[in-house]
C-alpha cells in the first residue's frame, strides 16, 4: 500500500478564516476530503487582522522566523488553529504586512506593497518548513501570491535537506489577477537573477507572480477542464497563454466539488420549508417566501422566476443582460437579483427595479441566507459569464431544483448538460457565443419547458440527482499528486 502523502496547503484565503471568493471554499473544504482519504494534511496562511478578531481559538506558537525580504530579515509569529478539529492551520503574522482592513485590495485599489507581502508570505511558508523540520511531499499552493514557492523549491532550496524532495502543485482560481510589479521589486524575492528572464518570472519587463507559478511548479491545475483548455487561447490567456500551452501536459483541469453539508434543500437551516426530489412542495413554500422576501407580486408563484446571485462584475454577463431587459420584462416572468461590485451594476439595478415593480426585486448586499433563498425559491438560475473558471452557483442550483441556463464557459459548460426532450437526459440551458439574442434564447426556449409538465419534472430530476461532491475530485488531486512527485523524483535523478 502507498504511504499516506503529506501535504501542505499554501493558500492566500481559507473558510472559515477568510474569504474573498470560491479559492476559500476550496481550501476549507478540500484538505478535509484528501485527510479522509488518509493523506496528513497542514494548511498555512497569513495572520490577517480578521483572523485575529475571527473568535476561532489560536495558540501562539512561540516559535519566530526570519525571512530574508532584499537585504533585511524580517521576523514572523507563527499561530495555529484547526480546521474541523484536526486539520492543522498555521498562520504566518507580521503587523505591517497583514494586520490590515482587507486582504489584498481596498476599494481604491490594490495595497501598494502586495509584492513585499505575498514575497515575504510565500518565503515564510519554506523557512516555516525548515524550522519545523517539516518535510511535505508536496506544496499545494494557490493564486498568484503563492506563485514564487516552487521557484524558491528550484533554487535556494534545491538541495535543502528538508525541502529537496518536495514536489509543488499551483492551481490557478482565475487568470485574470497576476500579481505583477515592476522589475525592481526582483531583487526583494532573493531568487538568482538567472530566474528574471522571459522563460522565467519576467512578463514584458515586468515581474509575475502568477508566471513563476506555471513555469516552475511540477504540475499546474486550474478549476475545470474546459478553463484548463481556454486559457491557452489568447481570449482567455491574459498573455499567458503562450506559457501555458508551453507547459500543457503538466496542466490539468479538476472541476471543484461542493460542500453538500451546507447547500441542500433537505436540510437547510436557511429555508422556510425543507425538501428533496421526491417532494417539491416544500419548494413551491420557498418560492412565496422568496416573493414576499422581495416584495413581488404573490401572483408571480404561477409564472418562471429567474434567479441571480453573483459578484456585480463584468466577468458575470450583465452587459448581455443589459441588453435585452425590455424584450426580457415583456415576457410572463419574475426576477431576482443578489448582488455587490461595480458601481456601474448597482445604478443599473437600482433602475430595473423602479422600472419593473411588479417583476424585479434587487437587492444590493452580500447575504448569504438570502442566496440560499434564491436557490431554493427561484425556478431558473442564470449564469450569462464571459468567463467562468469553474463557478458555483450552478451546481448549487441543480441540487435545489432551480434550473441552470448558462453560458458554454469554462466549469459551466462543464457542469451544465442542454436538456434533450428525446432523450430525457440534460440538466439545464446553454447557449455559446457571448451574445444576448443567444442569451435570450436560451431563457425563452428553458420557459417553454417550464409548462411542459412531464419535461420539467424529468429536467428536475435530472438536476437534483447530480452528484459534485468533494470525493471524487479529490481523488483527482491525490493522482496528480502522485504525478508530481515522480516528476520530481525524475528531475532528482536527472
Ligand atoms: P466567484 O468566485 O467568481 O465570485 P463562484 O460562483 O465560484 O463565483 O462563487 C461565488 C460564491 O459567492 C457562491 O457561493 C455565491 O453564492 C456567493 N455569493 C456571490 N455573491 C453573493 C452575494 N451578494 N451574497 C451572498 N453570496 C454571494
Not at 499545494?140 to 503563492?146: A, G, I, M, R
Not at 417583476?359 to 447575504?367: E, L, N, Q, T, V
Request: with cysteine; hydrophobic share 35%.
Amino acid at each position: 500500500m502507498d504511504k499516506p502523502l503529506k501535504i501542505l496547503f499554501a493558500t492566500p484565503e481559507a473558510v472559515p478564516f477568510a474569504k474573498t471568493g470560491g479559492l476559500a471554499d476550496v481550501a476549507g473544504a478540500l484538505p478535509k476530503s484528501l485527510q479522509a482519504m488518509g493523506c496528513e494534511v497542514k494548511i498555512i496562511m497569513p495572520y490577517y487582522r480578521i483572523v485575529k478578531g475571527s473568535g476561532y481559538p489560536l495558540q501562539y506558537l512561540g516559535v519566530e522566523i526570519e525571512v530574508p525580504i532584499g537585504d533585511e530579515k524580517l521576523k514572523s509569529d507563527i499561530y495555529l488553529s484547526h480546521l474541523n478539529q484536526e486539520i492543522p492551520v498555521y498562520f504566518i503574522g507580521r503587523e505591517e504586512f497583514f494586520d490590515r482592513e482587507y486582504l489584498y485590495s481596498t476599494p481604491k485599489g490594490d495595497y501598494f506593497d502586495n509584492a513585499e507581502r505575498f514575497i515575504f508570505f510565500s518565503r515564510a511558508v519554506l523557512i516555516f518548513c525548515q524550522q519545523m523540520g517539516f518535510s511535505p511531499d508536496i506544496i499545494h499552493h494557490h493564486e498568484w501570491q503563492t506563485g514564487l514557492i516552487p521557484a524558491y523549491l528550484k533554487s535556494i532550496y534545491l538541495h535543502d535537506p528538508v525541502l529537496a524532495h518536495t514536489a509543488s502543485v499551483f492551481t490557478i482560481h482565475n487568470l485574470a489577477y497576476q500579481g505583477m510589479f515592476k522589475k525592481e521589486k526582483f531583487s526583494l524575492t532573493g531568487l538568482p537573477t538567472e530566474m528574471y528572464n522571459p522563460e522565467g518570472i519576467e512578463f514584458w519587463e515586468r515581474i509575475n507572480f502568477m508566471k513563476a507559478g506555471i513555469v516552475y511548479a511540477e504540475v499546474i491545475t486550474t478549476v475545470s477542464q474546459k478553463y484548463s483548455e481556454e486559457i491557452q487561447t489568447p481570449e482567455y490567456g491574459y498573455g499567458l497563454e503562450g506559457i501555458l500551452r508551453k507547459r500543457r501536459e503538466n496542466l490539468f483541469g479538476i472541476l471543484n466539488g461542493v460542500d453538500y453539508g451546507d447547500w441542500n434543500p433537505a436540510h437547510d437551516p436557511h429555508l422556510i420549508s425543507r425538501y428533496d426530489g421526491n417532494d417539491l412542495s416544500g419548494k413551491r413554500e420557498c418560492k412565496k417566501d422568496l416573493l414576499k422576501e422581495f416584495h413581488l407580486p404573490p401572483s408571480l408563484e404561477h409564472v418562471p422566476l429567474l434567479g441571480m446571485i453573483s459578484r456585480l462584475a463584468d466577468q458575470k454577463g450583465f452587459d448581455l443582460l443589459m441588453e435585452i431587459l425590455d424584450e426580457l420584462f415583456s415576457l410572463d416572468l419574475g426576477f431576482v437579483l443578489l448582488g455587490t461590485g461595480e458601481q456601474k451594476y448597482h445604478d443599473l439595478f437600482t433602475r430595473v427595479a423602479h422600472q419593473y415593480p411588479q417583476k424585479a426585486g434587487i437587492r444590493i448586499a452580500y447575504d448569504d441566507q438570502l442566496a440560499h433563498k434564491i436557490e431554493a425559491g427561484a425556478d431558473l438560475f442564470l449564469m450569462p459569464s464571459k468567463y467562468e473558471p469553474c463557478g458555483l452557483n450552478q451546481i448549487y442550483s441543480l441540487k435545489y431544483g432551480t434550473i441552470p441556463v448558462v453560458r458554454a464557459t469554462g466549469g459551466l459548460d462543464d457542469t451544465i448538460t442542454p436538456y434533450n426532450p428525446t432523450t430525457k437526459e440534460g440538466n439545464g440551458f446553454k447557449f455559446n457565443r457571448y451574445d444576448a439574442k443567444e442569451f435570450l434564447d436560451a431563457i425563452k426556449l428553458a420557459i417553454s419547458y417550464y409548462s411542459q409538465t412531464d419535461h420539467w419534472k424529468q429536467l428536475l430530476r435530472n438536476a437534483m440527482t447530480a452528484d459534485f461532491s468533494w470525493a471524487k475530485s479529490a481523488e483527482s488531486y491525490l493522482q496528480l499528486y502522485r504525478k508530481a512527485l515522480e516528476k520530481k523524483r525524475g528531475s532528482i535523478s536527472n
